[in-house]
Each structure stands twice: as C-alpha cells, then as structure tokens.
C-alpha cells in the first residue's frame, strides 16, 4: 500500500491510498485542479481514480466532489446534500462496511459536530489504515476501529495553550475544544499511547490548526508517547502540511 495526504487542515483535506488494484481519495476538500496537480507529483492521474470516500459534509473534506466524475461515497445520511449535484453518487451506512475492488472500507461513527461524520479503517492485502481527521472526544468504538493498524492518521489540531491564548472569540473556542469539535495535541496522544502496538509503522499528524498549533509542537507530543514506550526506532511520525503533498508512506 501507498499513502500520503494531498491536503490536511481546515483549508482543505485529502488523503491519497493505493494498492495493487485500486487508488482512492478520502476526502476531496480542495479543488478538482489542485488534486490533479498534486497527484501528478505523485505519478498518478485523476482518471486513475477509482472512487472518493468522504468523511462528512463539511467543505473541507467535499470542496471537489460536485466537480469528480468519480463514483465518489457518502453517508446515507448525508445523501440528500449531494444527489442532485454528484454525478456518480454511492451511499454507505456509518456502522457497516463495504469493498471498494480489493479495499476492506470500515466506516465508524465519531464525534464532531456534522450530520454523520465517520472515521474509516481501510484493510487491504494483510494491512491496515487508521483514519480520524475530525473527531471531538474519543470513544471506545473509536479505539477499537483503529487498533491494529499499520499506518494512522490521526487529528491533532492544537494545542490548548496556544488556543487559550489565540485571537479566535470564545464561542469559537469552546466549539473547537468541545466533544464534538477537534482534538487537542494532549487527547490525540492520548489516543497515539493507547494504540500502540508492535505493528504499528507511521504516524500521520493531521489537521493542524494554522492559528491554534504549530507543527514542531504537535510533533514532540507524538515522539513522547513513542519514547515513552520505547517505540520510537519503530514508528515514524509525519506532520502532513497543510497546502502540499506529503510524505508517501509505503507499507
């Protein structure tokens, strides 16, 4: 398997994964020329495509979807936004997975504050990939879809200090800090400690608040879990850049 981001962070999101058989976006948040752009960086062609699958309605995650004349796959409850402007819709149910070629696509409920946001686990070939780029609080269901995995990408989106202490208005803050909003570098180590596992191979740091954190602050909250645990010979971690392709993963 071949993965990296496109795009990560409230002005857009992408996450490219490949196999053998099959190329998919999650998520299609900036536009249709940008993804083209950066996936040629890549080696890839849009028309290699086999399908979109997006995370929630939020425009950051389906700027281009209107546009993709790609079978492209949202929640049921999220097809009412779409089906009269996606050319080549699909639906999924948020607790039910589904195959896309040779791609296992494990959809789950998480916390955020949208109409049916999903994380998703995509298994293909003996390996695994963990995906929550929007989530509020953790659960239990949360861990359990994401254990096991080979890769992670995982939501660190600020920091509480630099947020208590940022230019954005109070009721802006509490919704980001809040059990349906984004998670803080603390909580989403938290998550990183509690997923570790001897399989484990990359850590993808994911949408980072431009204002609220800063990268080589996220990324020394990750490395102390690894070293923590003695992990971090084992584990790479990547901070993926908000407007440029990032580090292609291969497993």
């Known amino acids: 398997m071949r993965v ?36 040629e960086t890549i080696g890839v062609e849009l028309s290699e495509i086999d399908a979109v699958i997006t995370t929630h309605e939020h425009s950051d995650h389906t700027h ?3 546009r993709l004349n790609i079978p492209t796959y949202v929640t049921s409850a999220t097809t009412h936004l779409w089906k009269d402007t996606v050319n080549q819709l699909e639906e999924f149910e948020s607790d039910t997975a589904f195959t896309i070629k040779d791609l296992l696509v494990t959809p789950f409920s998480v916390p955020h504050d949208a109409l049916d ?32 995995s080979d890769i992670l990408l995982i939501e660190f989106n600020h920091d509480s200090e630099i947020l ?8 802006l803050k509490q919704r980001i800090k809040g059990r349906l909003g984004h998670l803080s570098n603390t909580q989403a180590s938290e998550l990183l400690h509690d997923l ?20 080589e602050v996220a990324f020394q909250s990750a490395s102390k879990v690894l070293k923590k645990n003695g992990a971090e010979s084992e584990v790479s971690i990547t901070v993926a850049p908000r407007k440029t392709v990032g580090e292609v993963l291969q497993i």
């Open 164 to 171: 208590l202490y940022s230019h954005y208005p109070w009721d």
């Open 64 to 66: 281009a979807i209107k």
């Open 196 to 215: 570790l596992h001897q399989g484990l191979k990359h850590v993808i740091l994911g949408h980072l608040s431009q204002v609220n954190n800063r990268p």
């Open 4 to 39: 990296c981001t496109l795009a990560s962070g409230s002005s857009g999101n992408s996450l490219y994964i490949e196999t053998e058989n099959t190329k998919v976006l999650v998520d299609a948040g900036i536009s249709m020329r940008q993804i083209n752009l950066r996936l």
């Open 117 to 148: 946001p999903v994380g998703f686990s995509i298994q293909s070939n003996g390996y695994k990939i963990g995906i929550v780029t929007d989530i509020g609080s953790v659960t239990a269901l949360v861990k359990e879809r994401l254990k096991n």
